[in-house]
Antibody, heavy 122, light 109 residues
Framework: QLQLQESGPGLVKPSETLSLTCTVS??????????WGWIRQPPGKGLEWIGN???????FYNPSLRSRVTISVDTSKNQFSLNLSSVTAADTALYYC??????????????WGQGTVVTVSS | DIQMTQSPSSLSASVGDRVSITCRAS??????LNWYQQKPGKAPRLLIY???SLQSGVPSRFSGSGSGTDFTLTISNLQPEDFATYYC???????????FGQGTKLEIK
């Protein structure tokens, strides 16, 4: 059964870069029809999509974050990563990695990691 | 960008009840609409995709309907494990740009 696990620092200083990694296990990382990506949830708030990638080259991002976000893939390690630059307190959130299932007429996040909390503070 | 608005924001119901949650899009999204369930401290779980298709493993008491701008998630015969927060999500935009509704918290009456 496919599983996703986030890892990375839980505390990042303002103006620095937030870096998280998601490790995929128990299944294929390169199956067609699936993208990999990130979603976050500020404390007590709803879900915000960050971006997705297929192979690192085919990526799409939330326009509100596009200037600060990079999502990359390391297929040799079955991992994909999130870099979010110039962070502020507004980037404090629970960060989820998730698989995006790209169907014929829909896209849906069908498998999620457990999430990791990132706090931006000096 | 497409905005998604859910109503109500919160809802109280009893075990065995039938409840409905509404999601409205700021423009037509055809049937490019998904529903998720999130329990406290847990990741969201995909319930319904493409407006009305039940994800594998999801109980049949969950159903989705609607098209265009107005969508509904209905839960029949509420069970204790159904008390959670529910989110809709549109996947209509090209290039892909996914937005979620603000969530509906379903609480026990």
């Amino acid at each position: 059964q496919l599983q996703l696990q986030e890892s990375g620092p839980g505390l990042v200083k303002p103006s620095e870069t937030l870096s998280l990694t998601c490790t995929v296990s128990g299944g294929s990382f390169t199956s067609s029809g699936y993208f990999w990506g990130w979603i976050r949830q500020p404390p007590g708030k709803g879900l915000e999509w960050i971006g997705n990638t297929y192979n690192g080259g085919n990526t799409f991002y939330n326009p509100s974050l596009r200037s600060r976000v990079t999502i990359s893939v390391d297929t040799s390690k079955n991992q994909f990563s999130l870099n979010l630059s110039s962070v502020t307190a507004a980037d404090t959130a629970l960060y989820y990695c998730a698989r995006l299932w790209r169907g014929y007429i829909f896209d849906a996040f069908d498998i999620w990691g457990q999430g990791t909390v990132v706090t931006v503070s000096s | 960008d497409i905005q998604m608005t859910q109503s109500p924001s919160s809802l109280s119901a009893s075990v065995g009840d039938r409840v409905s949650i509404t999601c409205r899009a700021s423009q037509s999204i055809v049937d490019y609409l998904n529903w998720y369930q999130q329990k406290p401290g847990k990741a969201p779980r995909l319930l319904i995709y493409a407006a009305s298709s039940l994800q594998s493993g999801v109980p049949s008491r969950f159903s989705g309907s609607g098209s265009g701008t107005d969508f509904t998630l209905t839960i029949s015969n509420l069970q204790p494990e159904d008390f959670a927060t529910y989110y809709c999500q549109q996947c209509y935009s090209t290039p892909p740009e996914f937005t979620f509704g603000q969530g509906t918290k379903l609480e026990i009456k």
